[in-house]
């Protein structure tokens, strides 16, 4: 059974720092791109940032980059986001996600590509 595991969400000021990670079992996790979304109140759940299964690329939705920094251990099944600069708009639910298909290269901004989830973590930015 494939589990995918958040934490390290919380409650921080404007211009805070957080890193929530996601820890995978129940697959080979250096085999999968991993990727990490996010959903506000009364809003669709939306694509933050993405990295392929072996970490040589990452993926950033503009209202991130520059602030945010995707991350993996292959050797914990881990994937981190490093999120600095933060602003009350990044107030949401964050999810980790796996990806379908093995060494895949593409589709990453795509919730279905993404077999499996997290529960979310909360994350709350206050102004």
């Known amino acids: 059974q494939v589990q995918l595991v958040e934490s390290g969400g919380g409650l921080v000021q404007a211009g805070g720092s957080l890193r929530p990670s996601c820890a995978v079992s129940?697959?080979?996790?250096?085999?999968?791109?991993m990727g990490w979304f996010r959903q506000a109140p009364g809003k669709e759940r939306e694509f933050v940032a993405a990295?392929?299964?072996?970490?040589?690329?990452?993926l950033y939705a503009d209202s991130v980059k520059g602030r945010f920094t995707i991350s993996r251990d292959n050797a914990k099944n881990t994937v981190y986001l490093q999120m600095n600069s933060l602003k009350p708009e990044d107030t949401a639910i964050y999810y980790c996600?796996?990806?379908?298909?093995?060494?895949?290269?593409?589709?990453?901004?795509?919730?279905?590509?993404?077999?499996?989830w997290g529960q979310g973590t909360q994350v709350t930015v206050s102004s």
């Open positions: 996600a796996s990806k379908k298909r093995t060494y895949d290269s593409g589709g990453y901004h795509s919730l279905g590509e993404y077999a499996y």
């Open positions: 129940g697959r080979t996790f250096s085999y999968y791109g």
């Open positions: 990295i392929t299964w072996n970490g040589v690329t990452t």
